[in-house]
């Protein structure tokens, strides 16, 4: 097996989630824009990052698939379009998949951050067995 590669996840407050999708990192937290300059990250938004894949499956043709169709109507869902638009991936040098020692550091400074308005951090690894699949019905 390939070296497993990781990510960090936030969750914020309704009230920021619109300025964070604007990139106006300081209106969640002051500190946070020098934690993510550190290792070049950004904050993507789930929902956006979704929305933007469905996007691309449409212009390739790529429809006839079971992450499309589960993607699409993950965005499609107003109760879950409202969960992932304050839902952000950190994203290093533009990938959202990176070592573990980075997504380790993301994960203690943002904690250390204490910041409310930060509601949850989670970090993933690229394991396919701790990553949730499509489900039956959109095979």
């Not at 638009?85 to 250390?112: H, N, P, R, W």
Request: charged fraction near 35%; proline fraction near 3%; aromatic fraction near 12%.
């Amino acid at each position: 097996m390939s070296e497993l590669l990781y990510q960090v996840r936030i969750d914020v407050t309704e009230d920021i989630a619109q300025e964070v999708r604007n990139k106006s990192y300081f209106k969640l937290n002051e500190y946070i824009d020098a934690i993510l300059l550190k290792v070049d990250a950004e904050l993507i938004c789930q929902f956006d990052a979704f929305n933007n894949f469905v996007i691309e499956c449409e212009k390739e043709n790529n429809t006839n698939n079971a992450l499309y169709k589960w993607t699409k109507d993950t965005i499609e869902n107003n109760v879950k379009k409202k969960k992932y638009l304050k839902s952000f991936t950190v994203y290093v040098k533009g990938e959202q998949l990176y070592e573990k020692k980075t997504a380790d550091y993301l994960e203690s400074e943002i904690k250390k951050l204490n910041e409310k308005k930060i509601l949850k951090i989670n970090k993933y690894n690229s394991d396919p067995k701790n990553n949730p699949q499509p489900p039956k019905k959109y095979f």
